[in-house]
């Protein structure tokens, strides 16, 4: 499982993110309506991949973790966080 960070999503996380926290991603959605919700906290819903990508602590849901490989986190000023993967899709 690989998440790549651009250096703004990195020095946002570092900046918003206290020492203690992770960022975690979980799916929301359903079919034709695919999305994800991006969130700090302190501590893992048990069945959640913990990941450390350029010491941001990331943590994903099941659904995440299966859909995101290779994807990238990125942040802009206006929109905040943003994932970007050009092959990603849930099937129903």
Do not use: K, Q
């Amino acid at each position: 499982m690989e998440i790549h960070l651009t250096p703004a999503a990195r020095e946002a996380a570092i900046r918003d993110l206290s020492p203690d926290e992770s960022l975690r991603i979980a799916f929301a959605g359903g079919c034709g309506a695919m999305g994800f919700r991006l969130a700090a906290t302190r501590r893992s819903n048990g069945d959640d991949l913990a990941l450390t990508v350029d010491s941001v602590h990331l943590l994903l849901d099941s659904l995440a973790a299966r859909e995101l490989d290779g994807a990238t986190l990125d942040y802009d000023e206006d929109e905040g966080f943003l994932l970007d993967h050009p092959g990603w899709g849930v099937s129903c």
